[in-house]
Each structure stands twice: as C-alpha cells, then as structure tokens.
C-alpha cells in the first residue's frame, strides 16, 4: 500500500537554529515528490520538486533532497516567519497528488 | 503569474441549500483538482479533472458534483450537505496530469450548519 510519511509531527526550533524534517514514501511508480508551505487557514503554497534520487533543490534558507525512500527538507537558520506547516507530496500514476500527514514548524524568536 | 482564485473565501450553508464553490486559473493548466482538509490534516483529494474531463472521483458523496465548464474553471456544487461537510476546501491546478507540480488556491472555508 502506497504511504506517505511525515516526521516529526511538530518541530520548535530557536531563531537560527537549523534543523531538518524529513518525508518517508513507499509508492510504486513515484513520478515525483513535492514539497509545500502551508499558513493556517490558507492553500498550500508550491516550495520544491524533485524527481530523482540524488536531486537538490535550494530555495533561501530551504533545502530539499530526495533519496530513493525518503526525501529531507532542510532549514538554515530559521526566522519566525518560517513558522508553518510543511507538507510533502507524492504523484503516483496519472493525475493522483497524494499528501503526507505535515510537520508543523514553529520558529521561536 | 502562478495564481488560482476561489470564491467566495468563506460560506455558511444550511444542510437543505444549494450553493456552488468557484475556481479560476488563467495559467493554460490541463488538470484541475478538488480538495477537502480538515483541521490539523492533510488535504484529502476529491476529484480531478484532465482536459476538462473528470479522471478521478475518490468516491466522494453525490452531495458534492464537480463541473469544469471550459479549461479555466472549475466549479463545485453542494447541495444537503451535513455538519461534517464543513472543512477547508481546496483548488489546484497542474500543468501536466502526470508528473509536474500543482498549485492551489486559498481555498474557500465552509461551514455547514
């Protein structure tokens, strides 16, 4: 069965401190692994796309990597403005963009 | 411009209305989708349109008709809808129905009362 998983649950992290939050996958027919920024109450917001093991993408202080079963979202030197929620996505077959369970990421200033 | 527009932002309903949820992209993307989240979860996939015909439906109750009228909107229509249809709703869009990134609107908070 196809499953996406999200760690840890809920991350605090001091203002500066880096720290990495990591997607688990097990699908069949991964055509690619994508990560979000979602804000309470509003859509998710379109952060990276990897698509093969090995891949990096940087975006400011936001890092993604992809391995063959899991894929990091690293964060340098987080400002409170970094406090979201983070989602990863997974598209298995046509069409299907399935959503892991999120890492809720508070910055405390 | 990555930009999909829904309307209205908020919705308060009775469980015997009918009302309609709107989603607009002028991005030239060919697959649509519709989203429900709940608090503290993930958004759940509901349907998807590709080229403006419906691929999937994730077995979603008859109380929710997708509609995609042209390749630039998508609409959902509600009717007899229950307290616990009440949730954020979500659109996105892709450009490509297979491998490529979906963007979302802000979605539309629903409450059914």
């Known amino acids: 069965e196809d499953q996406v998983t999200q760690s840890p649950e809920a991350l605090r992290l001091q203002e500066g401190e880096s720290s990495s939050l990591n997607c688990s996958y097990t699908?069949?027919?991964?055509?690619?692994l994508f990560w979000y920024r979602q804000d309470p109450g509003k859509g998710p917001e379109f952060l990276f796309t990897?698509?093969?093991a090995g891949e990096e993408k940087e975006k400011e202080r936001l890092k993604a990597t992809l391995t063959k079963k899991e894929s990091f979202l690293h964060i340098t030197a987080p400002k409170p403005e970094d406090s979201a929620t983070y989602l990863c996505a997974v598209r298995r077959g046509a069409n299907n963009l399935f959503f892991g369970t999120g890492t809720r990421l508070t910055v405390i200033p | 411009d990555t930009e999909v527009t829904q309307t209205p932002k908020h919705l308060v309903m009775g469980m015997t209305n009918k009302k309609s949820l709107k989603c607009e992209q002028h991005?030239?993307?060919?697959?649509m989708y519709w989203y429900k989240q709940k608090a503290k979860k993930p958004p759940e996939l509901m349907f998807v349109?590709?080229?403006?015909?419906?691929?999937i439906n994730e077995s979603v109750p008859s109380r929710f008709s997708p509609e995609c009228p042209n390749s630039s909107l998508l609409n959902l229509h509600l009717h007899a809808l229950q307290p616990e249809d009440s949730a954020l709703y979500l659109c996105?869009?892709?450009?490509?129905?297979?491998?490529?990134?979906?963007?979302f609107g802000q979605g539309t908070r629903l409450t059914v009362v």
């Open positions: 349109y590709s080229y403006e015909k419906l691929s």
């Open positions: 699908v069949s027919g991964l055509r690619g």
């Open positions: 991005m030239g993307h060919r697959a």
């Open positions: 990897l698509y093969s």
């Open positions: 996105a869009s892709s450009q490509g129905v297979t491998n490529t990134e979906a963007f």
